[in-house]
């Protein structure tokens, strides 16, 4: 598959010093509860909202990442959508909603010592890279996200660095190594997608060409179990449907 349109003319950004900050709330300053913010979510968040918006903004029942001066809302979201569904109909009730996904595309891992001096012990690059289709691993939770009138979301590709502790009480897959924070290395090119036709990106077919999920891995270069969950958003979308079985396997066909 060719790599779906890229936004032009984006540079790649360098990341910014990030400032302490409080907001107004109900005729009172109030500090915004952002304890477990990563900072890779912190740096978006300032990024996207930009020097003359306001971050953690009130809206409604619900509190989001930035508001551009431009009335249009930013929502950093690093993992599943399904915690965005009913803010994100909130926010968009009031004005655009521009949801931001990074998807690593390198990732450096830093492992510490526990304690205070935080020694490091070694540092790693992953061997695991990220493209685009890391979108349909968050949107398989909310797929009717884009749905929503004034709602686009941004996929954007970037660089990060994961700092991971030795305390003995992270995950057995990581022989108890804890991710203590994951923070933005450089940004660098993204995609758009305003509206479920720009889906179609997604989809190296031609009109009333039927394929399968197995087909659809092997064109895109992506696991059989991506090419599922992709084909389960893009149905939900109709931006694909379902035409007939051949075997155990779905047929599919572009909309």
Same mark, same amino acid.
């Given at each position: 598959m060719n790599t779906p349109e890229k936004k032009k003319n984006v540079k790649k950004n360098k990341l910014k010093p990030v400032?302490?900050?409080?907001?107004?709330?109900?005729?009172?300053?109030?500090?915004?509860? =952002?304890?477990?913010?990563?900072?890779?979510?912190?740096?978006?968040?300032? +990024?996207?909202?930009?020097?003359?918006?306001?971050?953690?903004?009130?809206?409604?029942?619900?509190?989001?990442?930035?508001?551009r001066a431009d009335g249009e809302f930013i929502e950093v979201q690093t993992g599943s959508f399904a915690p965005l569904k009913k803010k994100v109909i909130e926010l968009a009730a009031i004005n655009k909603v521009r949801i931001i996904h990074p998807v690593a595309v390198k990732k450096m891992i830093e492992v510490y010592k526990p304690g205070k001096k935080g020694v490091l012990l070694y540092r790693r690059k992953s061997p695991v890279t990220g493209t685009y289709w890391k979108i349909f691993?968050?949107?398989?939770?909310?797929?009717?996200?884009?749905?929503?009138?004034?709602?686009?979301?941004?996929?954007?590709?970037?660089?990060?660095?994961?700092?991971?502790?030795?305390?003995?009480?992270?995950?057995?897959?990581?022989?108890?190594?804890?991710?203590?924070?994951?923070?933005? =290395?450089?940004?660098?090119?993204s995609i758009l997608l305003k509206k479920p036709a720009?889906?179609?990106?997604?989809?190296?077919?031609?009109?009333?060409?039927?394929?399968?999920?197995?087909?659809?891995? +092997?064109?895109?270069?992506?696991?059989?179990?991506?090419?599922?969950?992709?084909?389960?958003?893009l149905t939900k979308l109709e931006v694909v449907k379902r035409t007939g079985k051949q075997g155990n396997s779905w047929k599919y066909v572009r909309k």
């Open positions: 400032k302490a900050y409080k907001t107004r709330a109900s005729g009172k300053i109030k500090t915004i509860g =952002t304890r477990n913010e990563s900072s890779l979510h912190r740096a978006l968040k300032f +990024q996207y909202t930009g020097d003359d918006g306001e971050t953690e903004k009130t809206a409604g029942q619900f509190v989001a990442d930035g508001r691993d968050a949107l398989v939770y909310a797929p009717t996200l884009p749905l929503i009138r004034r709602v686009t979301i941004e996929i954007v590709l970037v660089d990060i660095t994961e700092k991971r502790v030795k305390d003995g009480k992270g995950s057995w897959r990581r022989k108890g190594i804890s991710i203590k924070d994951k923070a933005l =290395t450089e940004r660098h090119e720009d889906y179609l990106k997604f989809v190296p077919f031609k009109k009333k060409e039927e394929f399968t999920s197995s087909s659809l891995a +092997q064109s895109a270069g992506i696991n059989k179990w991506t090419a599922q969950k992709a084909l389960y958003v």
